[in-house]
C-alpha cells in the first residue's frame, strides 16, 4: 500500500471548518484512500473513504486532486468533540493483504 | 445494531499469566481483525480471520500469541506467558463478508492489558 504523509498536528478554532492535508504520491489506480481517526484512547472510528472522486457523508467531506496525489478531509463546523488523532489511510483493492496501515497521523486540537 | 464489542475492557494479569481477549464483530460481519497499539504508538496490524480459519497472521508475535474465530462464539486473542511488554490496547475491527478488499472495518472500544 502507498505510503501516506500528514502533518503532526492542527488547530482549529470551533465552529470553524477544519482541513486535514494529506499526501500519497505513490498512490496507484486501484488503492482507496481511507480516513479514520482515533479519540483519545477509544477505538479507531471510520469517517470516509473514495478513490477519484469526492465524497460527502453526515461526518466529512473528502476531496481527492485530480492526479489522486493528494487529499484533504474537511470537518465543516468543528465541536471540541472533534478533537482527535486522524489518520489517512491507502488501501489496495487487490492483493491478499486485508489490513489497514497507520501512520502517525495529525493531531487536531479543536479550540474553544 | 450493536457494534464491535470487546470484553474484557481492561485486564490486569501478572507476568506468566495467559491473557484472553474477546472480540464479538457486528452482526452480520464474518472477518475480523486483531491490532495492538502500544504506549504511544501507532495501531499495528496483528492478524485477519474469517470464520474457522486464520486469513493473514503476519503481524502476530511468533511465540505465544494466537488467534481463533470459532463457527459459534467470539474471536478470541490469547496471550500465553504474558510479559511487560505485552502492555498495550488491543483493539478487533470487523468487516462484512463478500470478500472484496476495500470492505470498511469497524473497530471496538478495546482491551487495556496491562502486566504487573
Known amino acids: 500500500d502507498a505510503k501516506t504523509t500528514q502533518p503532526t498536528s492542527m488547530d482549529c478554532a470551533e465552529g470553524r471548518a477544519a482541513n486535514l492535508p494529506c499526501n500519497h504520491s505513490?498512490?496507484?489506480?486501484?488503492?482507496?484512500v481511507y480516513w479514520y481517526r482515533q479519540i483519545h484512547s477509544q477505538g479507531p472510528q471510520y469517517i470516509i473513504h473514495?478513490?477519484?472522486n469526492n465524497e460527502t457523508n453526515e461526518m466529512a467531506s473528502l476531496i481527492i486532486t485530480e492526479d489522486r496525489k493528494s487529499s484533504t478531509l474537511i470537518l465543516p463546523h468543528a465541536t471540541l468533540r472533534d478533537t482527535a488523532v486522524y489518520y489517512c489511510?491507502?488501501?489496495?483493492?487487490?492483493?491478499?493483504?486485508?489490513?489497514?496501515?497507520f501512520g502517525s497521523g495529525t493531531q487536531l486540537t479543536v479550540l474553544p | 445494531n450493536a457494534g464491535v464489542m470487546q470484553n474484557p475492557r481492561h485486564l490486569v494479569r501478572r507476568r506468566g499469566q495467559e491473557a484472553r481477549l474477546r472480540c464479538s464483530p457486528m452482526?452480520?460481519?464474518?472477518?475480523v481483525y486483531w491490532y495492538r497499539q502500544l504506549p504511544e504508538e501507532g495501531l499495528k496490524f496483528m492478524v485477519y480471520?474469517?470464520?474457522?480459519?486464520?486469513?493473514?497472521e503476519s503481524g502476530m508475535p511468533k511465540e505465544r500469541f494466537s488467534a481463533e474465530f470459532p463457527k459459534e462464539g467470539p474471536s478470541i486473542l490469547r496471550i500465553q506467558q504474558v510479559v511487560r511488554g505485552d502492555s498495550a490496547a488491543y483493539f478487533c475491527?470487523?468487516?462484512?463478508?463478500?470478500?472484496?478488499?476495500?470492505?470498511?472495518?469497524?473497530f471496538g472500544p478495546g482491551t487495556r492489558l496491562t502486566v504487573l
Open positions: 473514495g478513490l477519484k
Open positions: 452482526k452480520g460481519h464474518s472477518h
Open positions: 475491527a470487523s468487516s462484512p463478508p463478500g470478500g472484496h478488499h476495500t470492505d470498511t472495518q469497524y
Open positions: 480471520l474469517q470464520k474457522e480459519n486464520i486469513i493473514d
Open positions: 505513490t498512490i496507484s489506480g486501484n488503492e482507496y
Open positions: 489511510i491507502v488501501r489496495s483493492s487487490s492483493g491478499s493483504a486485508r489490513q489497514l496501515t
